[in-house]
């Protein structure tokens, strides 16, 4: 099956170029460079070495069998027969053999191959849907993948800024402590606070290998090789309502499928119906008469089965309960949906608002709080405590607007996989 080379998409998530890794194709490990990875080409790693596609495509030739298989007539069957040998009396040795050789063709009624192809053809349409969907679902896994790794990577960078920031503080207070001007208590909580942020990088380091080796895993790459990413999360000013996203949910992938089924099931109510009406057969031959010094006669023949008790009427029955069931499954999973669709709505409006208060508000605010009592300090108005608390202080509110965004992201990802428009139009 051809693996789709996607080209970026103008998403509310990212904000990505694409560029060529310039490595050999079929190779995914041979596509990692010492470049930061952006998210349409960690897509596109995804979507040339997922097996999902090799098995679709395997299925897809065999339905393809099938619809060959439907289109085919009976073969008609060779017969021979022989009869009044080695009898006794009139039948006695072979003086009365009679042997019949001929042909029996059944002849399909109601326009049976053709509706028996359309069955096959419509199911072998189904393939075309479930290769967008899957499409969309690899796209869905990476971008998640994708997000945690870039979320994990930035979490890792803060974390080694504090580290930094609070060696240099134990430096300057055990400075201050040799030179009598701070306390030893002083020391032993600088000291404490190193400690605890090498414990905290190191915790940021094994969760940014393990969100690598995730994304990886998707690439077919096991062990995950070194690499970075790259790209940024945007936070929109607006988020669309969610009567905006209801009104596109009947022209998505998941709901626009269910009216494949229905034709599919529509053409197995039709060849159920067709089967009611029975086929003929035929039977032509010749028959040779061994008396009297041997005679050719031709026999011809016909047979319709009677359908006294067996008008298929079981089967066409469950045909139509099946087809008149697609639109209530159709109408449970568009429940679904809706409730999927407010779930994560409901959390995006809460995410945005988190990071939005965050960055616009509270960042600002903790970081005119810490120039402030670095100044202090500077002038001996203020101690090395003041100064480690209030960039504690800023550095928490920063991983809180990591994990705002981590939530934000998720739930448009969640978002844009329900609300997907459906490409193919049959």
């Known amino acids: 099956m051809h693996r789709p080379k996607l080209l970026s998409r103008n998403t509310l998530l990212f904000l990505f170029s694409i560029s060529s890794l310039g490595a050999e194709p079929g190779s995914a490990f041979g596509q990692i460079g010492p470049e930061p990875i952006e998210f349409d080409q960690a897509l596109q790693l995804a979507l040339d070495n997922d097996p999902r596609y090799d098995l679709l495509a395997e299925r897809r030739d065999a339905a393809e069998g099938q619809v060959e298989q439907a289109g085919v007539r009976p073969n008609p069957v060779v017969g021979a027969e022989a009869e009044n040998f080695l009898g006794t009396g009139p039948v006695s040795g072979v003086k009365a053999l009679e042997v019949t050789l001929g042909v029996t063709q059944v002849l399909e009624t109601a326009d049976k191959r053709r509706l028996r192809t359309e069955v096959e053809r419509q199911r072998l349409a189904s393939f075309d849907w479930e290769a967008e969907q899957l499409e969309w679902e690899i796209e869905s896994e990476v971008r998640e993948a994708f997000v945690a790794v870039l979320l994990a990577q930035q979490s890792v960078g803060l974390r080694e800024m504090q580290l930094e920031l609070a060696e240099r503080s134990l430096s300057e207070t055990q400075r201050l402590v040799e030179e009598a001007r701070s306390p030893q208590v002083e020391k032993t909580r600088a000291t404490l606070a190193v400690k605890r942020q090498e414990f905290l990088l190191r915790q940021s380091e094994r969760d940014y290998e393990s969100s690598r080796a995730v994304l990886a895993a998707l690439w077919g790459m096991v062990p995950a090789p070194d690499f ?131 960055e616009v508000d509270l960042i600002p605010a903790a970081r005119e709080t810490l120039e402030a009592t670095e100044e202090g300090y500077r002038l001996g108005r203020f101690t090395q405590v003041a100064v480690i608390d209030s960039r504690q202080e800023l550095f928490a509110l920063r991983e809180s607007y990591l994990e705002a965004l981590g939530r934000y992201a998720q739930a448009l990802t969640a978002i844009k996989n329900l609300t997907r428009p459906a490409t193919l139009t049959r």
């Open 228 to 358: 970075r990413v790259q790209g940024e999360i945007v936070l929109e000013e607006e988020i669309p309502s969610i009567e905006e996203l209801e009104a596109v949910l009947p022209g998505t992938v998941i709901l626009k499928r269910f009216e494949s089924d229905r034709q599919q099931r529509q053409a197995a109510l039709e060849l159920e119906e067709a089967r009611a009406t029975p086929d003929i057969e035929l039977y032509g031959g010749a028959r040779y008469y061994n008396e009297d010094d041997g005679n050719l006669g031709f026999v011809a023949g016909v047979a319709v089965p009677w359908p006294l008790f067996d008008r298929n009427q079981g089967n066409i029955r469950s045909a139509r309960a099946e087809l008149r069931s697609v639109e209530y499954e159709r109408e449970a999973r568009r429940r679904e949906l809706l409730l999927a669709l407010n779930e994560n709505w409901r959390e995006l409006q809460s995410a945005h608002a988190d990071a939005r208060s965050i």
